[in-house]
């Protein structure tokens, strides 16, 4: 694999493809969050796995970019992006609105993934809970993604800076509003991750992916819906676990 175009490609910006990895994991964040919530990944599931982390238009090294506010654009850039890159086993983690991408690309891509990692999303045709609305004002958005511990308020206090979060936001707010899910579940095994205190996505919301045929396991620990910050260790080791399984199988 060439290593070049991944180390200058705006979508990946820390990728770096190795020859030893036998595996692909792309990786999407949550609303109003860049590539580098998956910091330290590909450090920790090295030399296996290349890790992906995506990065969509609007965030941290692509500000100027215009965000996207509709699925069926995201997922089908998203996927001409992915393309050079799929030409050995991948799979795809996704948390929160990133696991509403990772889902709907699953059942898109022309190469099924290996894996779906689902994380602190429910089942893709259910009706979605509207947590935060598109046509909210600034202060309730920036409000609820302190509330639910997606950034730290101080940042906020930065006028310019709280601008531009309220610019992504609600892009990836009127995306997942606007968002009608196939009824077509994702045709790859999928494990689902989600935090035991999540009071957005609850336990209960994570048990309907046993709806789907492909379920491997629910895993549940502990923390809220951003639970992967305190547990990264325990979810990358899960990660890693299920892909080397996967390896193993496909070989």
Known sequence: MNSAPAMTNPWFPSATPTAAARM???CFA???????TFRGWSRALAPAIDVFAVQLPGRENRLDD???????????EIAVAMAPYLDRPFALFGHSMGAAIASELATRLAGAPVHLFVSSWPLPNLMRPRRLPHRATDAELLDAVCRYGGMPDALLRYPEFAQEVVRVLRADMTLLDTYRPSVVRPGCPVTVFGGADDPIVRAADLERWHACERLVAVRV??????????AQRAVLDAIARQLSSTTADLQ
Not at 66 to 76: C, G, H, L, N, T
Not at 221 to 230: A, C, I, Q
């Open 24 to 26: 692909s994991l792309f």
């Open 30 to 36: 949550h609303a109003g969050a860049g590539a580098s």
């Open 66 to 76: 215009v965000p996207f506010s509709s699925m069926d654009e995201a997922a089908d």
């Open 221 to 230: 620990f502990p923390g809220g819906h951003f639970y992967l910050r305190d």
